[in-house]
C-alpha cells in the first residue's frame, strides 16, 4: 500500500478533486491520502493536509506544493504524485512510468504560452546537467499519475529553483532516467471527446464542467466517498449560461466573442493549452486563440 499525494491550489469550488477522490477510492489501493497545498473544506479530515500559501503563480504553487510533501516527514518515501484533475476509471494496482515522446516533438505541437517556453527552458537545463548526451530528452508531461521518490524529487527541485515554470515530471524522468512507455496524452479538452482508453483520463475545466467526458466520469462515481466530510454529495455542476459565448459547434465552439471580458478569454486560453495566461491582455488572447 502507497501514500497518495495531491498537489492542490487554491479553491473550495474543486469538483474535479471531489470526482478525483472518489476514483482513487473506487480504483487505486492505497493507505493514506495527503493534500499538499490547499484542502477544500468539504475534504474530510480523513485527508492528511500540508498547508501552504498559494500566492504565487500556480506553477510556482505546484512546485512548492510538490517541495512541501516531499519535505514533510509523515509523508512515505515513495508516493503516487495526483493533480486535481486525474481520475482512475478503472482498477489499477500499479502506476505505470510513461512519456509523451522527446520535449521537442511536444513543444512542436504546443501553442505559444508560458507553459511551452517552461518546457524549452526545462529542456535546456537538462542539456547543461548533461541529461542529453545519450539521446534525446523525454517529456514526462503526461496527464496521469506519477511514482516520486522524495529525496530524489528534492534534489531534481534544488537543480530547477531558477525556473519560474519548472516542468518537475520531466527533470525528475530524465534526471533519474526513468525510460517507459511513450504514450498519448489522456487530458481531455474538447467538450465533444469521451474518455481515451485506458484506466487514467484528466480534463480541462471546460471539458469536466459542459463536455462529455466529465459527464462520463460524474455518472462513473455519483456516491459520496470517504474522503468527503459527512459524506454528502454535492449537485453535479451546473452548466452557467455563456452570454458572450461563440456557437456550440464547429472550430472555435465555445469560445468567447470579442467583446467578451478578459476573463473569459483568459478562461478559454486555458481549456485550450495549458499554460498561464493571466499575464496576457485582452488583445494579446484574441490575436493568439481568436482564430
Known sequence: ??????????????????????SLAAHFPHEEV??????????????GHIPLAQTRSRFQNSTANMRAACEHP???EEFVYFNDDFFVMEPVDHVPVVHRGTVDEVAAVTRSSLYRRGGQATQLLMKRLGLAEDGPVLSYEVHAPMTIG????????????????????SLYGN?????????????????????????????????????????????AFPDPCRYEAGHEDAEPPQVPVQAHAAPSEGPGAGRPAT???VAEWRAW???????????????ELIEQYGG
Open 1 to 22: 500500500m502507497t501514500h497518495v499525494v495531491y498537489v492542490v491550489g487554491p479553491g473550495d469550488a474543486n469538483e474535479e478533486l471531489r470526482y478525483s477522490l472518489r
Open 34 to 47: 495527503w493534500i499538499a497545498g490547499h484542502r477544500p473544506s468539504w475534504v474530510s479530515d480523513t485527508v
Open 74 to 76: 509523515e509523508v512515505a
Open 150 to 169: 522524495k529525496a530524489r524529487m528534492l534534489e531534481v527541485l534544488a537543480k530547477g529553483a531558477g525556473l519560474p515554470v519548472l516542468h518537475k515530471r
Open 175 to 219: 534526471y533519474w532516467r526513468l525510460g517507459g512507455e511513450q504514450i498519448t496524452d489522456v487530458k481531455v479538452h474538447s467538450r465533444e471527446h469521451g474518455l481515451p482508453p485506458g484506466p487514467f483520463v484528466s480534463t480541462s475545466d471546460d471539458a469536466f464542467t459542459h463536455g462529455r467526458a466529465g459527464e462520463l466520469i460524474r455518472k
Open 259 to 261: 467583446r467578451a471580458p
Open 269 to 283: 486560453a486555458d481549456s485550450q493549452d495549458p499554460g498561464d495566461h493571466s499575464s496576457m491582455t485582452k488583445a
